[in-house]
């Protein structure tokens, strides 16, 4: 019951530990009235609970999470998965090992490294690596009476 009010299945390993001591004294039930069963008790579930949790910590490694916000978003590169064209959304680029809909002002086409420029929404508006970041502008000169 505890397990099911609880994220991360840590109680398992004391769970499985418990079952398999369980199962001991079901098998030898004479061990339950014996003045040793409390050190046959403890002689049981030392190895079964570290057992236990050799298999738990190998079953789900802990890692840093993958998944990003769409803030985060911004800056980053990652890779065209489907060609990106402008005015859908059906395009997709790979951004550290997650796959975003994406748009673009031009069509690009798949395998093309790309950068984030904005995000909208669960969408992310991509432009090429290698085009220049620098906007063109004109310095516009106003003059001003004295």
Do not use: C
Not at 112 to 135: E, F, L, Y
Request: net charge negative; no cysteine.
């Amino acid at each position: 019951m505890a397990e099911a009010f609880t994220p991360g299945t840590f109680i398992l390993v004391p769970g499985i530990a418990l079952m398999i001591v369980g199962a001991l004294l079901m098998a030898l039930p004479e061990l339950t009235t014996s003045l040793w069963a409390p050190v046959i008790f403890i002689l049981a579930f030392v190895p079964a609970f570290l057992i236990a949790f050799y298999f738990y910590k190998h079953l789900a490694p802990p890692g840093k999470p993958t998944t990003l916000s769409s803030d985060a978003l911004v800056g980053r590169t990652g890779w065209v998965k489907r060609d990106v064209s402008p005015g859908n959304i059906r395009g997709k680029v790979m951004i550290e090992q997650e796959t975003w809909s994406a748009t673009s002002e031009q069509v690009i086409p798949e395998g093309t490294k790309v950068v984030v420029t904005n995000v909208v929404g669960v969408q992310v508006v991509v432009r090429p690596v290698d085009q220049s970041t620098t906007a063109s502008w004109e310095e516009t000169l106003v003059e001003v009476d004295a």
